[in-house]
């Protein structure tokens, strides 16, 4: 008989039945037939693996983040291992990443076969840059900031250190589309930049797919030929490679996306903004590092708080789908275990993972939703 | 005989045919806001494991990932050996490399499979598994390699990429080794509408391990128990999938029969596949072989047939394997096959009259040649 045991997040679950929800898909597509008319011509002209979508969709990318090349791949996390891969860092090799983040940016760097090397986070929780130049061995290939809740890193700093040590910068900015730093995008900080088009993430398709920017001309042919088994043309290999490319039809929905994508950023920023305002005056929640040079996009807003669980339950027992991005770092993973990390490593990675809360921002929710949000967080420390 | 123009593939005839199946399907997931697993990838997961014999099949980002996976699971890697077939598609090679392990190539028989009795020759202290390649959808000689594979402590790992529904002495392809990689890539005989791939397996472990994997490594939202990967089948892309499942035995028989017309008509004039007593492929590629190929190609290409080569340049001729060390006259089989092969366009919606007018249109190819 056959058998299923897979895990689903609570997030996707169809019957979720908080009002205040991080879930905003079903209000997001809800001209939905419309993107089926459209990737219904795509399946017409059989135009699959690549094709005329994903072109149209790179050069749209690249101009939003105004880069030379973007590079539509299979997810956030196969940007990251691909790009890491088209670096050369492989066997051996050590890669500078924070230690607090998504499972994803430490599993591209394992699969490349290299080893993750953690550095302490900051007040805004992104990687500390005073942390990452004593971690530098002989072994160091490259630096992989993550622009975690879509808040750039300290790039200037980081950038330093890099061409100090000669060391590629690899940007997760999976959370960070149209976040700038000092007025450069996400997409042009560092020498590659990745991001996810996760169903969750602030520009969605209907499954798995991601994108890769670049100026080095360089890196966007190596990584064309690696995410399509290293072929140029239909039968030539040139190098054994991989297989990630974004899917045609889900290349059909981020267009579709891409020219709604101001609006769901400002509609982040405003509700991040008005939760910002209206927190900052409760004793118990702390609000981490705002920069005036930083635009920072919220994929995530979190904030850390006293009594965090309590308040998690609370805040779900009253219909807010209250999140926690997420409880346990990196380096106190069952799968780090080899690396030999313990508590206290990381001081402030920890102290935030135990107390951070996450609040919805998406552009559905309304200013009446954010104002019982905030209500009922004052009652509860009242 | 009118002139025809006859594609090599035709997707959008399969999908006008089952469109409102398929359109239905895309608007509740559109509604359910659930695109990543969720009981949409559940329930094509448990209807493939059903259809191949299997007590799990685990929905993955495409074939290659499927086989990549796999060796993954079997802990594959740096210093091990792999054997694979080296007329192949190359990603059943590369899956091999990506691990970190090294690919062993070796020459197939007259049915383009994996020759077994060359397998043992290439059999080190380092190998670690085989992957016999269910090439164009015939399986591969499983009993000799399982055999071989027992006596030497190798896992065998099936490559079934082109060969969803085939039997082999009764058995489902996919139910022959301690796991099978399949694609769903749109050009294959269930094919979704971008990337797909599916595993399967009897072995209760290796799919508890496989479906961690596959999905970051992830216990649960919070644990993670192992560096993963994320590599999963799109819910979308599973409910196209299971749609297509219900029509995949009619599909399949569709595409033998046409072997059957194409085998009649054709083996006076060229060497046809032949199936065994023992084995039921299902033709995703027909490929014939003729000393006069790339003539014959041209002259149906003018006939408004289109066909194609799978595939000209074995895996170890490629500028990819040029590390491994092998050179032209290695493996002579498939050196003299790639020069050789033809596929005809065989697929369900190919009619009678069009498979017709390609058998013609080659008789009328060599008729010709013999007057000339």
């Known amino acids: 008989m056959a058998i299923t045991e897979n895990f689903l997040p609570e997030q996707y679950r169809q019957n979720n039945k908080l009002g205040i929800n991080h879930n905003y898909l079903d209000q997001q597509f809800s001209d939905h037939e419309v993107i089926w008319a459209k990737m219904r011509e795509v399946v017409i002209r059989g135009d699959f693996t690549l094709g005329t979508e994903v072109d149209l969709l790179e050069k749209e990318y690249a101009k939003i983040s105004g880069t030379n090349h973007a590079i539509g791949v299979g997810s956030g996390t196969d940007a990251i291992f691909l790009s890491l891969r088209a670096l050369g860092v492989g066997e051996g090799d050590e890669v500078i990443t924070t230690a607090f983040t998504f499972y994803a940016t430490i599993g591209a760097i394992v699969t490349a076969g290299a080893k993750p090397v953690f550095c302490d986070i900051g007040a805004d929780y992104n990687i500390d840059p005073l942390e990452i130049e004593a971690k530098i061995t002989p072994a160091t290939k490259a630096i992989l900031p993550v622009h975690w809740s879509g808040k750039p890193c300290d790039m200037d700093a980081i950038e330093v250190i890099a061409q100090k040590h000669n060391l590629a910068i690899v940007g997760d900015a999976c959370h960070a589309i149209s976040a700038t730093y000092k007025g450069r995008t996400a997409g042009s900080l560092g020498t590659l930049a990745c991001f996810s088009f996760h169903p969750l993430k602030n520009l969605n398709v209907w499954g798995d797919g991601g994108i890769i920017t670049t100026n080095s001309d360089e890196l966007a042919d190596k990584l064309r030929l690696m995410r399509n088994h290293g072929l140029v043309g239909r039968d030539e290999c040139h190098m054994f490679a991989y297989n990630s490319r974004l899917d045609t039809i889900q290349a059909v929905v981020a267009r579709h996306l891409l020219g709604k994508i101001n609006h769901i950023t400002e509609s982040r920023v405003a509700h991040a903004d008005y939760f910002d305002q209206e927190l900052r005056s409760v004793e118990q929640i702390i609000i981490p590092k705002r920069d005036t040079d930083i635009y920072q996009v919220y994929h995530i807003y979190s904030i850390c708080c006293q009594r965090r669980s309590e308040l998690q339950n609370y805040l779900i027992e009253n219909g807010v789908d209250a999140k926690v991005h997420y409880p346990i770092p990196m380096h106190l993973q069952p799968a780090a275990d080899y690396l030999g990390h313990k508590k206290g490593d990381f001081p402030i990675a920890e102290n935030i993972a135990d107390n951070t809360i996450s609040l919805p921002v998406h552009e559905f929710i309304s200013r009446d939703q954010q104002d019982h949000v905030i209500k009922l967080i004052k009652a509860f420390y009242d | ?372």
């Open chain 2, 1 to 372: 005989m009118t002139k025809m123009t006859i594609p090599f593939v035709d997707l959008a005839g399969q999908f006008r045919n089952i469109e409102s199946e398929l359109t239905t399907a895309f608007l509740d997931i559109g509604r359910s806001g659930v695109y990543i697993m969720g009981e949409r990838l559940d329930s094509f997961e448990l209807k493939a494991a059903d259809y191949c014999d299997v007590k799990h099949a685990i929905g993955v980002g495409h074939g290659s990932d499927a086989l990549f996976l796999i060796l993954k699971a079997l802990d594959v890697g740096p210093g091990d050996e792999v054997i694979t077939a080296t007329n192949s598609f190359i990603a059943s090679a590369w899956v091999v490399a990506a691990t970190g392990a090294t690919p062993v190539l070796v020459d197939v028989a007259e049915d383009f499979n994996i020759e077994p009795a060359l397998i043992e020759a290439a059999i080190t202290e380092k190998t670690r598994a085989i992957i016999p390649v269910h090439l164009t959808g015939r399986p591969a000689p499983m009993d000799e390699i399982n055999s071989l594979a027992e006596r030497h402590g190798l896992h065998v790992v099936e490559d079934a990429a082109q060969a969803i529904g085939a039997r082999y002495r009764g058995r489902r392809v996919g139910s022959l080794g301690v796991a099978a990689g399949f694609s769903l890539h749109p050009l294959k005989n269930l094919g979704v509408y971008g990337d797909g791939g599916l595993i399967t397996t009897n072995d209760d472990k290796l799919a508890s391990k496989l479906r961690v994997l596959r999905n970051h490594g992830l216990r649960n939202r919070d644990e993670c128990e192992v560096w993963g990967f994320n590599s999963r089948l799109d819910s979308m892309q599973a409910a196209f999938a299971e749609i297509k499942l219900g029509f995949l035995d009619s599909w399949n028989e569709r595409c033998r029969a046409i072997a059957v017309k194409y085998q009649t008509g054709l083996a006076d004039f060229v060497q046809v596949p032949l199936d065994q007593a023992w084995e039921e492929c299902v033709y995703h590629n027909f490929v014939i072989r003729t000393e006069k190929r790339d003539e014959l190609m041209a002259y149906l290409l003018e006939h408004g047939v289109d066909t194609r080569i799978h595939y000209p340049i074995p895996i170890h001729l490629q500028d990819a394997a040029k590390d491994l060390g092998y050179k032209v006259g290695n493996f002579p089989n498939a050196e003299k096959y790639a020069k050789t092969m033809i596929s005809l366009p065989i697929y369900p919606e190919l009619s009678d009259a069009q498979v017709d007018y390609i058998t013609q249109s080659v008789k009328s190819f060599f008729d010709e040649l013999g007057k000339k």
